[in-house]
């Protein structure tokens, strides 16, 4: 799925990076949600503990920083590499990313395994108008287990719950089907096509009330 691209200031704003699920073992190349029916038989059950869902803290940035690192080479198979500005001015960035979350704009949470390890980002971004635009980036470790649709389930939650949002956005390639099928599961629906990051790709939107 498709998180914002966070090389250009201010940080996570333009275009959307995509998280990617692995299939059989293997990284799906596409970048967003997928299959239809939230609920449906088909959806992937977690096959590991639930990492924690945290809203992002300045005390965070040395294990997102490494998380960002130990995935680059596996992000930059199906999205645009974040640069190697992004890394060598991280601190700058993260403060960004911190910035704009208290002014209410976007809000980043990270997935924290027991031992302090991020396994994977689940953003909101753009919010405004009870909508936002939904962003996420799994670990390789962990892809293929069913984290990235447990990660959307939880962050649907939490957009109605906790940021009182009422339809959340989502934009994924086409050649990302197991992205596509983590929002199908999770009820989000097909609404238009778009052109992503130079590849053809399908906008979703999910309502929430």
């Known amino acids: ?4 691209d966070e090389r250009n200031a201010p940080e996570v704003g333009e275009c959307s990076f995509l998280g990617r699920q692995a299939v059989g073992g ?6 967003s949600k997928e299959d239809r ?3 449906s ?3 992937p059950r977690l096959q590991l503990p ?16 490494a998380f960002e690192r130990e995935n680059r080479a596996y992000f930059a198979a199906v999205i645009p590499d974040r640069g190697d500005e ?3 001015e991280f601190d700058m960035r993260h403060a960004q990313l911190l910035a704009r979350q208290a002014a209410g704009t976007d809000y980043f949470h990270l997935l924290m395994a027991e031992d302090g390890e991020v396994v994977g980002r689940v953003n909101l971004a753009e919010v405004a108008g009870g909508s936002a635009e939904l962003g996420y980036r799994i670990a390789q470790k962990v892809a293929g287990q069913g984290l990235a649709t447990a990660a959307v389930r939880k962050m649907r939650e939490l ?18 089907p197991a992205s596509r099928k983590v929002l199908e599961h999770n ?3 097909a609404v238009g096509e778009l052109t992503l990051n130079g590849k053809p790709a399908i906008s979703y939107i999910c309502e929430l009330r």
Do not use: C, I, W
């Open 86 to 88: 992004f890394f060598t």
């Open 26 to 31: 293997k990284p799906a190349h596409t970048e």
């Open 37 to 39: 029916g939230a609920g």
């Open 187 to 189: 009820g989000f629906v």
């Open 50 to 65: 639930m990492p924690d869902l945290q809203l992002v803290r300045l005390d965070h940035a040395p294990a997102l920083l």
């Open 159 to 176: 957009a109605a719950t906790e940021y009182g949002l009422t339809r959340l956005r989502a934009r994924v390639t086409l050649d990302n």
């Open 41 to 43: 038989e088909s959806t």
């Open 1 to 4: 799925m498709e998180e914002r």
